[in-house]
């Protein structure tokens, strides 16, 4: 499908990921999150004059189309419609058994946020749809009209980290169905005090719509899973980066890298520049984890 889309994405933490997950120019490396391909571009880039390749995947096909034209002047780029959770199946496809760098960028693209009818952005008006792939079952529509009221205040405090996640849920579960971003963003605005609404530094749908979005995407499962199995197919001194958005995610990926014994953190975690939010300020809360297979 043809949408409209006028802007791209910029790689967050670029010079920090590629100079600290490449460590052996002729490896193999994974962007498990290829999204317009920014990173995947930089690794390619750097390991193409010794022999190294780059396995890139997504789950959304439309930004692969994307990826796919970024990335013709690459040959050592291979890209798949794959979740990073079946990383292991296509492994074994491509018969690699081991890897020398797995790298997850976590969150939205900005093609997801930014072309017509996604259904991710507080900002248009379309169809509650946010997944990012477009096969799977649930999608925003479901959760908002069909969660019980417990379910979704729980999924908006922990996703959201809203404290007023009780107040959006019932006014959710009152004013049933809700068809639309918009819609929804209304509804949201009736359960907040007019203090939040007005809050200049941050949209007042920010908070919910991220957590329809971690729901509908099962990002949370998904980053968990992939964290136990990821140090099995990392050759020794293999590298792991991960930037994530979100504190509950970030806790998940410390915790998990301080704790396995597989791996050994490299430095605590890195952030970037002021320079760089400046330029991008969607890279403000990100945060770069580095490890490494012992
Ligand atoms: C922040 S964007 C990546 C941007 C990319 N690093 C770049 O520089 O263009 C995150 C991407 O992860 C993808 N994604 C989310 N969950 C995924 C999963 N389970 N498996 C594969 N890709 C996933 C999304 O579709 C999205 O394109």
Request: charged content about 25%; overall charge neutral; hydrophobic content about 40%.
């Amino acid at each position: 499908m043809n949408r409209v889309y006028n802007e791209h994405h910029i790689p967050v933490l670029l010079n920090e990921v590629v100079e600290n997950l490449i460590w052996k120019p002729d490896g193999v490396y994974v962007d498990c999150t290829v999204g317009e391909g920014g990173h995947t571009r930089a690794i390619a880039e750097r390991v193409l004059p010794y022999g190294g390749r780059v396995i890139g995947i997504d789950v959304d096909s439309e930004v692969l189309q994307i990826a796919e034209r970024n990335l013709l002047s690459y040959p050592n780029v291979q890209l798949f419609k794959f979740s990073y959770v079946e990383l292991p199946v296509l492994l074994s496809l491509l018969q690699v058994h081991k890897v020398d760098g797995l790298l997850v960028d976590l969150g939205v693209s900005t093609y997801q946020l930014k072309a017509e009818g996604r259904g991710f952005s507080f900002n248009q008006d379309e169809p509650l749809d946010m997944r990012m792939n477009l096969e799977s079952e649930l999608t925003a529509y479901h959760v908002v009209n069909t969660y019980p009221e417990e379910k979704l205040a729980d999924i908006i405090y922990n996703y959201g980290e809203e404290n007023f996640s009780r107040k959006i849920a019932r006014a959710i579960v009152q004013n049933r169905p809700i068809q639309t971003t918009r819609q929804l963003v209304e509804v949201i605005k009736m359960a907040l005090p007019y203090k939040e609404v007005h809050n200049r530094k941050r949209h007042f749908a920010t908070k919910t719509f991220q957590a329809i979005r971690i729901e509908v995407n099962k990002e949370i499962e998904n980053i968990s899973k992939f964290l136990e199995f990821a140090p099995d197919y990392l050759n020794p001194g293999g590298r792991l980066a991960i930037i994530s958005f979100h504190s509950l995610e970030d806790r998940i990926v410390k915790h998990a890298f301080k704790n396995d014994k597989r791996l050994k953190p490299i430095g605590d975690f890195i952030s970037p520049t002021t320079f760089e939010v400046a330029e991008n300020p969607r890279a403000r809360s990100a945060k770069l984890r580095l490890a490494e297979r012992v």
